[in-house]
């Protein structure tokens, strides 16, 4: 059987109690087709099920919640089961089982948690910060996972004295410090007026990018493997960000 979440915390917790027994359980919070035969249900959140889940599983292992946290962060279609077969392994085994990567599932759930904490250290390097007219900084990016929360304390603290906003375009939320405190909220879209010392440092870094590159020496299989492609649109050096 397919169970379908609303891709809550809660909602992965309630279903995991309800497929744990089913051989054939598939948990997901996306869209997918059903074989021949094939049965499937939405799972409801149910927050005093999941909070008993919550509590026995940490009971096992007190750091797998937070993994869970990673998992579901995870632009992975499949992170659900992922996470499901993880937390079954560990449930099944009643002890932790991070280091047991003979085993598919944990090998599966510690190469999806990977991925997603290699993002956030790659994002500390690749976001591009621009002042607004009104002094506050914005950087727009579209990451694979679900990080933008988990960037904030990196920035807070090498910003301090700085409000900015860090917008996850494709997921349309943003993180935003006012220079004292911090939250995320939906943003769909966002209108920035430059500063004009933004927009000449931002001449002068095309010019300084372009002045220092040579032609004839490109390495592009290189580059790509220093910085993802699907990064370049929101570097100055590469592109004009789209707004």
Not at 102 to 111: G, H, M, N, P, R
């Given at each position: 059987?397919?169970?379908?979440t609303?891709g809550s915390?809660?909602?992965?917790l ?11 359980a ?8 059903l074989?021949?035969?094939?049965e ?9 099920l ?11 292992d ?7 946290d990673?998992?579901l962060?995870?632009g992975?279609?499949?992170r659900?089961?992922?996470?499901f077969?993880y ?7 009643r ?6 990567f ?10 999806c948690m ?6 956030i250290?790659?994002?500390?390097g690749?976001?591009?910060?621009m ?5 506050a900084?914005?950087?727009p ?8 929360d988990l960037?904030?304390?990196?920035f807070?603290?090498?910003l ?14 943003a ?6 405190n911090s ?22 870094w ?24 699907r990064y370049?649109?929101?570097l ?8």
């Open positions: 059987m397919i169970y379908f609303d915390r809660n909602g992965f309630t279903a995991f109690v309800r497929a744990f027994r089913d051989e054939d598939y948990i997901t919070s996306r869209q997918k087709q074989a021949l035969g094939q499937s249900a939405f799972v409801e959140a149910d927050d005093a999941a909070a008993r889940a919550e509590a026995r599983l940490s009971a096992i007190r750091r797998c919640l937070s993994e869970l990673l998992l962060r995870s992975a279609d499949n659900e089961q992922i996470a077969r937390f079954k392994k560990i449930a099944q085994d002890r932790p089982v991070r280091n047991l003979s085993d598919d599932a944990v090998l599966a759930a510690s190469e990977r991925r997603v904490t290699f993002e250290h790659r994002l500390h690749f976001i591009r910060f002042e607004s007219a009104s002094g900084l914005y950087a990016f579209s990451p694979d996972n679900d990080v933008c960037l904030l304390p990196h807070r603290a090498r301090p004295h700085f409000a900015f906003v860090l917008h996850d375009v494709s997921r349309k939320k993180a935003i410090y006012d220079g004292k939250f995320v909220a939906p943003l769909d879209r966002a209108e920035v007026l430059l500063s004009a010392d933004e927009q000449a440092w931002q001449a002068l095309k010019r300084y990018y372009a002045s220092v590159n040579i032609p004839s020496r490109e390495r592009l299989k290189q580059m790509r493997g220093y910085m993802p492609v370049w649109k929101f100055p050096e590469k592109n004009a960000p789209e707004l």
